[in-house]
């Protein structure tokens, strides 16, 4: 795709990138085939080949209009283009790219400016998000079975073993995950100290970052990525061998702070060492012996959602699948895996009424082969899956603690 770029872009480092993406574009549109909003609505300006378009206009220089916003705005940043995509584009950093030129060119609704807001001020805080969930969770029987629904039961962590090991890896706390799952973590450290490893949370280590850059916050979101490396440095000097991710949206993240750091001197070459060593959980459980765990699933049926952030963010389909298919589990048939369910980190708030299409067409997917649990690798889509059903939705690794220790 050729470009002429205008001159308030063109030799910034977020123009000779965009220009770089463009640039691989050929316009055949085989994206739009596995574009969730694209299916839903029908509209090329809905799909990834639309919205490329709409980007590059901007950079050229065309002046962004609410419509343009509209269209960037309804885009779930899934990365199912790139799976799809034979040139390799980077739709999702075009995207980011092209949302926050527009974000300072497009004045928002008063409205749609206070909720983006209160999202950044509570969600990347895990106080005021804890805070806030405990007095839901505390009035949650009164409330009307729909509001419900979107507060998560309280659930107990469980023992955090704290045994010495001669292998120690960090694990991010995050920011809801804490409040609302706290046992997700707890559960990866139960099953990585049968396999000889310590894990543990570094104090001041907070929200990876993906929601503030999402919301073009990318100020906002920088300061996240450096608090963390820098409550991660002391450990990784003093040998821990892998910054571990429970939440694959949070991985897709700090996968990504080498390159969105690259231009930050006192941070660039901190950041590539910690996307270095950023590895999803089924990326360690890959290369460990699991007989060691004495797991079985017995024939369990699980019907697993995959993240977007793990399938088409970091790049690793059927991870988890064939961690639970070689420890005794069945795998109940999903159809179009590869689509979103919907959560997408801020979208089911913004974009309720589609988040809510596409939540309902996954869950049946989900349930259409008789699953006994659904599972999934991320905090957002197991909230939000949650909400929709009856069926019980854990994360994996719940699964593997709960049949060591049942």
Known sequence: MQTRLADFVRDTPEGREADAILRACVHCGFCTATCPTYQLLGDELDGPRGRIYLIKQVLEGQTPTRKTQSHLDRCLTCRSCETTCPSGVRYGRLADIGRGIVEHGVARPLGERLARRLLRWIVPHAGRFGLLLRLGQTVRPLL???????????RAAGPWPDRPHPRTMLVLAGCAQPAAAPDTNAAAARVLDRLGIRLMEASGAGCCGALSQH???EDEARAQMRRNIDAWWPHIEAGAEAVVMTASGCGAMVKDYAHLLADDPDYAAKAARVSALTRDLAEVLAGEDLGRLG??????KVAFHAPCTLQHGQKLPGAVERILTG???ELAPVADAHLCCGSAGSY?????????QLRDNKLTALRAGGPAVIATANIGCQLHLEGG?????????????????G
Do not use: C, N, Y
């Open 144 to 154: 009307p079975e729909g509001l419900r629904r979107k507060v998560p039961p309280r």
């Open 215 to 217: 919301l073009s916050a």
């Open 295 to 300: 797991v079985t699933g017995r024939g369990r």
């Open 327 to 329: 420890l005794g589990f």
């Open 348 to 356: 089911s708030v913004l974009q309720p009424a589609l988040s809510r």
């Open 389 to 405: 059903t009856d069926l019980p939705v854990r994360h994996w690794i719940e699964l593997l603690d709960a049949a060591r220790a």
